[in-house]
């Protein structure tokens, strides 16, 4: 399932959240290709996307969670990358 958390990150001049999978980076990279989402926006386990495209990928069918709920199901889904694996 594509999953969004609400934008609370300041940057460039707007406010960005994260879209994740929580079954595979396949369906993340495809989703994300045709939501027409860059591949730089892609930061190993999620893309970054700007307030401005929320309602699009909702509308693709991406779901709307918390960022609580997202990095969880992230976590239980074995995608998740931590701090120290970034490092």
């Known amino acids: 399932m594509i999953l969004i958390d609400p ?3 300041p940057r460039h ?3 960005w959240g994260h ?3 929580d079954a595979s980076l396949e369906e993340l990279h495809e989703f994300a290709a045709r939501a027409g989402i860059p591949p730089r ?9 700007p307030i401005e495209r929320r309602g699009d990928l909702a509308g693709l ?3 709307e969670v918390s ?5 969880t199901r992230l976590r239980a889904s074995g995608l998740r990358v931590t701090a120290a694996q970034r490092r």
Do not use: K
């Open 7 to 9: 934008p609370l990150w």
């Open 13 to 15: 001049g707007t406010v």
């Open 19 to 21: 879209l994740v999978s």
């Open 41 to 49: 926006a892609f930061d190993r386990d999620h893309y970054d996307y």
């Open 61 to 63: 069918g991406a779901v």
């Open 67 to 71: 960022t609580r709920e997202l990095i």
